[in-house]
């Protein structure tokens, strides 16, 4: 079997994309590092909070649930919109083969509405869950959401591109990109938080987690 192209590569190329605003975005990255957003967010040993949220076809799902069945792999993604996303999922579904034989379950968490989520869980591949956090209620209890400001939504604007109507609503904020590995007490046994949203969880980690995990 192919190994699966390591994620680092895949975001390497999103980086140079035109269209990026890097110097906006570095701006707010250093803003949120510095202020220590997502200094909240769980982190390995804690015991998560419990949510439900409605999945791609509008049943409502919760995480409790969810990880009765197993280990779960909970993802906090921006959307569909979003080139360093559709790499991250990408990734997680060459290798949803190995996920599936450790026992593990991939949830993702976005606040798009609409056909939006039925396009993120295409990419996903049918094992994974997609779930709906249109007013960001989950990501700011987890520590996650934090507003973009103005310049970048002014920058969205003059691009045409509306984040509230991919949203769903006018508040600003986006999730920060963020892995967990959940057990079925909801304990995190793996944790990846970062401001910069270009840098995500690699799934070779996460799954080395996993199996460790299963193996324990």
């Not at 390995?44 to 969810?66: E, I």
Request: charged share 20%; net charge negative.
């Amino acid at each position: 079997m192919k190994e699966p192209t390591p994620l680092d590569v895949r975001l390497s190329a999103c980086r140079n994309l035109p269209g990026a605003w890097t110097r906006t975005y570095d701006t707010l990255i250093e803003r949120l590092r510095g202020s220590g957003a997502m200094a909240g967010a769980p982190g390995v040993g804690a015991v998560v909070a419990d949510f439900a949220l409605p999945d791609a076809n509008g049943v409502l799902r919760r995480l409790s649930d969810l990880v009765a069945g197993g280990p779960v792999v909970l993802s906090f993604n921006r959307g569909s919109w979003c080139p360093y996303c559709h790499e991250e999922i990408s990734a997680w579904a060459e290798s949803r083969a190995v996920l599936a034989a450790a026992g593990g379950q991939l949830v993702i968490i976005t606040p798009e509405t609409g056909g939006r989520m039925a396009a993120l869980a295409g990419i996903a591949g049918p094992e994974a869950v997609v779930l709906g956090d249109q007013n960001m209620g989950v990501a700011l209890r987890y520590g996650l959401a934090f507003p973009l400001g103005r310049e970048i939504l002014d920058e969205y604007a003059a691009d045409g591109f509306d984040l509230a109507e991919i949203n769903g609503n006018a508040s600003g904020f986006l999730p920060t990109p963020a892995t967990f590995l959940i057990d079925r007490d909801r304990v995190v046994r793996f944790a990846f938080v970062d401001p910069d949203f270009s840098h995500r969880a690699e799934p070779q980690a996460v799954l080395a987690a996993l199996q460790a995990l299963v193996r324990a």
